[in-house]
């Protein structure tokens, strides 16, 4: 199994900058890809970007150009900054692994981040 940490939410003006950070721990080696994803009141849970093992990311048309996903290996953790905020980036930040092999790959989520984005 893999645990997820996050941290580094927070309120911010619209126009500033935040960076959140997921620490991996448990069957780290296991880990396929990372990433995180957003959920805003009353929407679906959607990508916010994602990260596999080999360095290839996957941004949302939303964040492009904004916001940058790293992935320390050493400290088994993920870092996104977010510069340039908008209202609409308020959301639950959740961090995402993808673990395992055929019918033993799992999807992992930590307990979430709120950011909040003021006009």
């Known amino acids: 199994q893999v645990q997820l940490v996050e941290s580094g939410g927070g309120l911010v003006q619209a126009g500033g900058s935040l960076r959140l950070a997921c620490v991996a721990s448990?069957?780290?080696?296991?880990?396929?890809?990372m990433g995180w994803y957003r959920q805003a009141p009353g929407m679906q849970r959607g990508l916010v970007v994602t990260?596999?093992?080999?360095?290839?990311?996957n941004y949302g048309d939303s964040v492009k150009g904004r916001f940058t996903l790293s992935w320390d290996n050493a400290k088994s953790t993920v870092y996104l900054q977010m510069n340039s905020l908008k209202p609409e980036d308020t959301a639950v930040y959740y961090c995402m692994a993808n673990a395992g092999r055929g019918e033993e790959e799992y999807v992992y989520w930590g307990q979430g981040t709120q950011v909040t984005v003021s006009s």
């Open positions: 448990g069957s780290i080696f296991s880990i396929n890809a």
């Open positions: 990260i596999t093992h080999g360095g290839t990311t």
